[in-house]
C-alpha cells in the first residue's frame, strides 16, 4: 500500500560506483523492512540489502563489502551505494517494503548496467 519510488540506476563501467535513492510515501520508520532486491535476464528476483526498522542490516554474500544500504529517516528515503560493480551486478533493482501483516510493496525498478 506504500508508494515506492526508485531512482539513480544508469550505465557505469566495472570499477565504478552508483547510488541508487527510493522515496517512500509515508514515514519509512512506519515500515518493518525496507530493501533493496534485484533480478537479471533469466535469473529470479534475489534480496541485496535490507534495513529493518530499528536499523539493523542484512547483505547478500556476492555485495557484503561493497554495497551499503542506509537511511534518511526525515526525508522518508532509503539509499544503496553500490561500489566496485562488476558485470554480473548488472539487472533492474527494485525497492521494496514491508510493513507486517500487510502485502509487499514494490517501486517500478531502476536498470543498472555495468559495461565497459
Known amino acids: 500500500q506504500v508508494q515506492l519510488v526508485e531512482s539513480g540506476g544508469g550505465l557505469v563501467q566495472p570499477g565504478g560506483s552508483l547510488r541508487l535513492s527510493c522515496v517512500a510515501s509515508t514515514s519509512i520508520l512506519s515500515i518493518d523492512v525496507m530493501g533493496w532486491y534485484r533480478q537479471a535476464p533469466g535469473k529470479q528476483r534475489e534480496s541485496v540489502a535490507v534495513i529493518s526498522r530499528g536499523g539493523s542490516t542484512n547483505y547478500a554474500d556476492s555485495v557484503k563489502g561493497r554495497f551499503t544500504i542506509s537511511r534518511d529517516n526525515a526525508k522518508n528515503t532509503v539509499y544503496l551505494q553500490m561500489n566496485s560493480l562488476k558485470p554480473e551486478d548488472t539487472a533492474v533493482y527494485y525497492c521494496?517494503?514491508?510493513?507486517?501483516?500487510?502485502?509487499?510493496?514494490w517501486g517500478q525498478g531502476t536498470q543498472v548496467t555495468v559495461s565497459s
Open positions: 521494496g517494503g514491508k510493513v507486517f501483516g500487510t502485502p509487499q510493496s
